[in-house]
């Protein structure tokens, strides 16, 4: 056990939050490391407790009624009392950066996010509480101290008689005291001062025996004396005023504060504290909260605190230009999932080396998430060096990487902004960047793309797209639209294809503008389901109605994300029961490329939709990889030409491509379905190549339900009409 531990054995850490569950978590897991939690529920109560104890440290949760923490914060600061003690931030609030740093300007040292790991919390309240039992034991020892040093100076013993007395006073004080004596020396050298006198402290600080030192110059035993030191201790020595200083002694590994002051004539006195363990747990912290662990690297914060200096600098100076890089690994998941992720980390640090290698000396590298990298870019004599360090550090990271064996190959998206820009926070800044670099994925990854403002709206539009399109279900603003779907040979009415809209008021939105949103954030899935229900219970009317011909079908597209999911097949038939559609009459549309993707699990799926009665249709034909040995297993009825060979079969190669596709179909037992249909000449040309069914603004637009209901109405008699 150390001295400071065996000084102070209990330490109080001031835990602050209004939950009481969060403070019994918080109190069970630090008792366990022998701290003694004190709890408050609110501001208030937190600021009564720190005049009653002396806290090790305070976990302050940020969102409180009342009084938040910041402002508990403030105060606590504002108290001559208790601006000492530590505070953290234990708080929910992990994307919001501006947060992160009103909580350091209001004194906080560290912040940790809800849920936070155990060990971590653990690891950080130990670093102050043995901050705390140092500076309490010093605390003690002071009195002694100051005891001792009154005595020297009305003392003003002569040093031929002085050594012995030194030996009783000093040998049991905490810090490290050293006498220094110029008795026949050159004054104004510091080096030929010897050393008279120091206790057992001094010589574990120096990590030598006390008859090793004694008698000796301060040259000679310290001979590497940093300069500053030097310059400190003369002027005491000259002007008889006491000091105090802190810095790092090379020689001796340490870092020390030195309060230095002049006992008697031809004397200084210097009383020493071994401040490394403090100013270590300092820079770990530091460390911790502005250095990415894995990389060396700044972290995301204190990415963004050099950004917004980089924007005040830009503000200040007229020509001053900088460019913020944000770059992405493409492909780099699949290094983890294969090979580790040791392998993983590994490869990032040489990322991580590769682009400081490419980097100036001013300019700042950051790890910003998993496989996320920014660089600012300041001082920049045109916005082309910008494009020209990115393509520097895209050809770097392109270069082959051996490991275990294995040689890896990456490219990098990366989005730049060039500023100065009319920016109030950093995080905005950045966030564009990674909007450039997403822009530049979507190009096919390795390539680079530079911010513009329409990049900003777009992504804007996309945002207010998904939120909207969460409420439509509920507001019930969905629509299904039907295109009917003509015999080509009789020029009958064959069936309707169901087409999702979306009605935002009195305007219908275009399914190019919600539909790719939808498949993104998964809500077709939902959204697919009422259609699917809905154009059942439509068609099961017409049914009961109508005099359908035999072959009278419904069709509804179904998705990728649909029909990824287990219970297809399920809400398929509980769709078809709750309405009660034959299951003759539902044709499921599924595009070629979903087919492909996964061929053997498809397969199965289509077997159980055959089983169940319903027919399938591959749609969007000729646009993918459609292998025919696949395309002879799947049980599916018919192949839909897509509309861009029809519109244009004036070209021979798409003329040849449809030809090709109704002749495949037939061969196969399907019959075909061409969608795109405009002209009387397209129409008739299928039809002389036996395409048994068209669908294309000839016959129709998407009719919405009302006018879909004429439309079979007049092409099918009433049930006993």
Excluded at 15 to 35: I, P, T, Y
Excluded at 140 to 163: F, K, N
Excluded at 437 to 454: D, N, P, Q, S, T
Excluded at 634 to 647: A, E, G, M, Q, Y
Aim: proline share 4%; charged share 25%.
């Amino acid at each position: 056990m150390s001295k400071a531990e065996s000084v102070v054995e209990t330490v109080d850490v001031l835990a602050v939050d209004d939950e009481q569950v969060n403070l019994l978590l918080l109190s069970g897991l630090l008792r366990r490391q022998g701290v003694n939690v004190v709890t408050a529920r609110s501001g208030f109560d937190a600021l009564k407790l720190t005049q009653k104890h002396d806290f090790a440290l305070i976990l302050m949760d940020v969102m409180m009624p009342g009084m938040d923490g910041f402002t508990t914060a403030e105060r606590i600061r504002a108290d001559e009392t208790t601006r000492h003690i530590p505070i953290i931030f234990v708080t929910a609030i992990s994307k919001e950066q501006r947060h992160v740093f009103k909580g350091y300007e209001t004194g906080a040292v560290d912040y940790l996010i809800k849920p936070f790991e155990h060990d971590i919390l653990k690891s950080k309240v130990q670093v102050f509480v043995e901050m705390h039992r140092q500076r309490m034991a010093l605390k003690q020892a002071g009195a002694a101290l100051e005891r001792t040093v009154a005595e020297l100076r009305a003392s003003a013993i002569a040093l031929g008689d002085s050594r012995a007395r030194f030996q009783s006073l000093f040998t049991s004080m905490f810090n490290g005291f050293m006498l220094l004596a110029c008795e026949g020396c050159e004054p104004q050298r510091l080096a030929t001062w010897r050393l008279s006198e120091l206790n057992a402290a001094m010589e574990q600080i120096f990590e030598l025996p006390r008859e090793t030192l004694l008698d000796k110059t301060l040259g000679e035993a310290l001979p590497n004396l940093e300069g500053y030191w030097n310059d400190f201790l003369l002027q005491v020595a000259r002007s008889g005023q006491p000091a105090q200083f802190e810095g790092y002694m090379g020689q001796l590994k340490s870092w020390l504060r030195v309060s230095a002051y002049v006992p008697g004539p031809d004397l200084l006195a210097l009383v020493a504290e071994d401040i490394t363990a403090r100013r270590q747990a300092e820079e770990t912290l530091h460390e911790r909260t502005f250095q990415d662990p894995l990389t060396g690297l700044a972290n995301r914060a204190l990415f963004l605190n050099r950004l917004d200096q980089a924007m005040e600098r830009s503000r200040r100076r007229l020509n001053y230009q900088y460019a913020v890089l944000f770059l992405d690994l493409d492909s780099f998941k699949p290094i983890n999932s294969s090979l580790g992720y040791a392998a993983g980390d590994q490869v990032l640090r040489t990322v991580a080396e590769r682009i400081q290698s490419i980097a100036r000396g001013l300019d700042t590298v950051a790890r910003c998430g998993p496989d996320e990298f920014g660089v600012i870019l300041e001082e920049l004599k045109t916005s082309g060096e910008a494009l020209r360090v990115a393509r520097r550090i895209g050809q770097e990271l392109s270069r082959t990487l051996e490991m275990d064996g294995h040689q890896l190959h990456f490219t990098a998206s990366m989005g730049v902004v060039l500023g100065p820009s009319e920016y109030a926070q950093p995080e905005e800044l950045l966030q564009d960047a990674a909007l450039a670099m997403e822009h530049a994925r979507a190009l096919g990854g390795g390539k680079i793309k530079v911010f513009k403002w329409a990049m900003r709206k777009r992504a804007q539009y996309t945002l207010t797209v998904h939120q909207s399109l969460h409420n439509a279900l509920e507001r019930e603003e969905f629509r299904l639209h039907y295109q009917p779907i003509f015999n080509l040979a009789s020029n009958t009415l064959a069936g309707f294809e169901a087409l999702i809209r979306w009605q935002v008021g009195d305007r219908l939105v275009p399914p190019n503008d919600f539909i790719p949103h939808a498949e993104q954030t998964g809500l077709i899935v939902p959204i697919g389901a009422w259609a699917l229900v809905e154009a059942c219970r439509e068609a099961a009317r017409w049914e009961q109605n109508y005099s359908l011909p035999k072959n009278f079908s419904i069709a509804v597209n179904l998705s990728a994300r649909q029909f990824a999911q287990p219970d297809l097949l399920r809400y398929l038939a509980r769709a078809l029961d709750e309405t009660g559609l034959d299951p003759g009459r539902l044709k499921v549309e599924i595009t070629e490329t979903l087919v492909m993707q996964n061929p053997e699990s498809m397969v199965h799926k289509l077997r159980g939709l055959r089983e169940m009665g319903t027919k399938v249709s591959i749609d969007d034909f000729g646009t993918g990889y459609s292998s025919l040995a696949y395309l002879q297993r799947f049980p599916i009825n018919t192949l839909k030409i897509d509309r861009s060979f029809v519109s244009d079969m004036d070209a021979f190669e798409n003329l040849v491509i449809v030809r090709t596709i109704v002749s495949l179909a037939h061969n196969l037992g399907l019959d075909v379905v061409a969608e795109g249909i405009e002209t009387q000449r397209q129409r008739d040309f299928l039809a002389d190549l036996s395409c048994e069914f068209g669908q294309g603004y000839l016959f129709s637009k998407p009719l919405p339900q009302d006018r879909a209901l004429e439309m079979l109405s007049a092409c099918c008699p009433r049930q006993g009409g």
